[in-house]
């Protein structure tokens, strides 16, 4: 099974969204093939100074693709931009999965390709996403969800743990404690059990 997955990346994305994942998805790339994208192509940066070169997206028949929209404080201003949100819209319509983390389940809700499926998000910014759209059957104590073709991770390391639970799906259990034992991360494997919602509750 051979997928390319589109990392879509803005200004001001959340660093380990982002290269956390990456670096989980990283270790298979006989499977996975990474592919940083953004509207307009070029140098996406972020207030850490992570500056990311990135292609314009072209659909890509030979392969399975995948869009992966990691959360960030650039996802204020990006749930109102008509144009990134039509493209999130057009290359989510085509993947054979979507995965979202933290806050970038705010950018896919925009989208309404949402709208009567379960998702989760940031549990300090709860509110302010699900004010994006009532539509979508949040799920608040969630670490990450699985709604059909579509994954949602609550905040920032959680998008490791919906990473791992991908690849447990798609691939196996063993591949994705493999993994983990490899990066010496401990996962949370517990999808249902977001300790965060109880804090910012």
């Given amino acids: 099974m051979r997928f390319r997955m589109n990392i879509l990346m803005f200004d001001e994305f959340e660093t380990l969204d982002v290269f956390g994942p990456v670096e989980i998805f990283g270790k298979i790339p006989e499977a996975i093939k990474l592919n940083f994208i953004s509207l307009n192509g070029g140098i996406i940066s972020n207030s850490h100074g992570v500056r990311v070169e990135t292609n314009t997206y072209k659909e890509d028949l030979s392969v399975e693709e995948i869009l992966f929209i990691p959360g960030g404080a650039g996802t204020r201003e990006k749930v109102n931009d008509k144009e990134f949100i039509k493209l999130i819209n057009d290359i989510a319509s085509k993947a054979k999965y979507v995965l979202t983390v933290c806050t970038g389940t705010a ?5 309404e390709l949402l709208n009567n ?20 059957l949040w799920i608040k104590q969630a670490r990450w969800v699985k709604d059909e073709n579509i994954y949602s991770s609550a905040g920032v390391s959680a998008g490791m743990d919906l990473a791992l ?4 799906d798609i691939f196996s259990k063993d591949k994705a404690l493999d993994i983990s034992k490899r990066i010496e991360y401990f996962w949370n ?12 509750n």
């Fill in 117 to 136: 499926r379960k998702a989760t998000t940031n549990k300090k910014a709860f509110n302010w996403v699900t004010e994006q759209n009532e539509k979508v």
């Fill in 189 to 200: 494997e517990d999808r249902e059990n977001d300790p965060f919602s109880r804090l910012y």
């Fill in 107 to 111: 950018l896919l809700a925009k989208t």
């Fill in 165 to 168: 639970g991908f690849i447990e």
